[in-house]
């Protein structure tokens, strides 16, 4: 029952992988048949973003209801937002899809977190949240390059029209196999703000601000990179995005087991430091067509191997709020892929060329580096609590 509970969690995740991700593999496509700009087409990975900041204090006004009750609504948001997208006929209309489809993925990663830990075996929490966290990193290695297929050969309306029977699906399997669970401790609604008084959590939070702003300032902007840069064509783009997944899946596994062994923040802190190199390279080495690719999953690796870390890092250090601390990583994730997409953008658009937004990144990167071996120092290692 519990590897059906985790999985079905799981595939919560994939939809909302599907949705956020397929954009950087699809961004032409749409930007051709919406008559505008590729810069102006990263417009609709920051909308998601902000979408996933503002979703998630949905959480802070659901902490009455059961866990359970607060999946499945999400669930719906998912499957209405990802319809409005495959139907949208212009600019404006899919920046609000865009926006709508980002409501939920905050909140479900948050509640997902805490059900994932209260279903995990002692000793084991870090593995059950990375296994949540899976259907992200499949939805990367499987369905982005599914999504760029269909958009290159039919419409990029059916990867959101695909995503939505996804989170249609997900709505049975959470109503089967997620039991019921007592609400959270009711601390109120400023209860759950208490826990932003100490600097621990704000750490975390910008190392996953700044870390993921700096690798989606180059990935966000991926496929002419490839294309115009690297030397790839177009059918190639697929399969490279499979690699880039398989670096997604690879580090997501790597990053869970390694935060149940060590210190989460120390781990986090070496592999943020590690996709700080790999993009200065990338900046480099781009032309090299393998070595870009290989480059390429180095950077999708330790995007997903902070994950499971920074998640259970904030679950530990939000006494009393949970709810909004476990959702508050997601909000950090998202808010620096929307500051990263926009600064890549604003390289492309100074026509530096598709190689500087990994330039770009490099800074952002270390600064995340620099606050998790920061938060390392002054809690981990002490064992200090908030």
């Known amino acids: 029952m519990l590897l059906k509970s985790l999985l079905s969690l799981s595939l919560g995740t994939f939809a909302l992988g599907m949705a956020e991700f397929s954009m950087m593999g699809i961004l032409p496509d749409v930007a051709a048949t919406l008559h505008i700009s590729i810069a102006q087409g990263g417009h609709f990975i920051a909308a998601y973003a902000i979408g996933v900041c503002c979703g998630a204090w949905l959480l802070v006004l659901s902490y009455r209801l059961p866990p359970k009750t607060i999946l499945l609504s999400l669930s719906v948001l998912i499957a209405f937002g990802n319809l409005l997208a495959s139907i949208a006929l212009g600019y404006n209309t899919l920046l609000v899809a865009r926006f709508i489809s980002g409501l939920p993925h905050g909140a479900y990663f948050g509640i997902g977190s805490i059900v994932a830990t209260k279903l995990a075996p002692p000793g084991r929490s870090a593995q059950a949240v990375a296994m949540m966290i899976a259907g992200m990193t499949v939805a990367n290695l499987l369905g982005v390059p599914v999504g760029t297929w269909l958009s290159l050969h039919l ?52 190392a996953t601000t700044f870390g993921n702003g700096g690798i989606f300032c180059w990935f966000s902007y991926i496929r002419p990179l490839l294309t115009q840069v690297s030397g790839f064509n177009g059918n190639q783009v697929s399969l490279l995005m499979v690699l880039a997944g398989a670096g997604m899946v690879a580090g997501n596994w790597c990053g869970g087991r390694l935060a149940d062994r060590y210190t989460p923040g120390q ?77 890549g953008g604003v390289a492309i658009s100074h026509q530096w060329g598709y190689q500087y937004p990994a330039l770009l990144g490099v800074p952002l990167t270390l600064i995340g580096c620099a606050c998790l071996l920061w938060f390392h120092h002054r809690y981990e290692s002490q064992g200090r609590a908030i």
Request: proline share 4%; aromatic share 10%; with cysteine.
């Open 155 to 206: 419409s990029w309306r059916l990867v959101f029209a695909l995503v939505a029977v996804v989170a249609i699906v997900l709505i049975f399997t959470l109503q089967r196999f997620i039991p019921q669970m007592e609400r959270l401790p009711d601390t109120g609604i400023l209860g759950q703000f208490r826990f932003l008084k100490s600097a621990a959590p704000w750490l975390i939070l910008a």
């Open 267 to 343: 781990v986090a802190a070496s592999l943020q430091g590690l996709a700080a190199v790999s993009l200065l390279l990338i900046f480099v080495c781009s032309s090299v067509g393998w070595l870009s690719a290989t480059l390429m999953c180095v950077c999708t690796f330790c995007l997903f191997a902070v994950s499971a870390p920074q998640q259970l890092l904030l679950l530990r250090f939000s006494p009393g709020g949970a709810l909004l601390g476990a959702a508050s990583v997601q909000m950090a994730f998202n808010l620096g892929n929307a500051i990263g997409s926009y600064s």
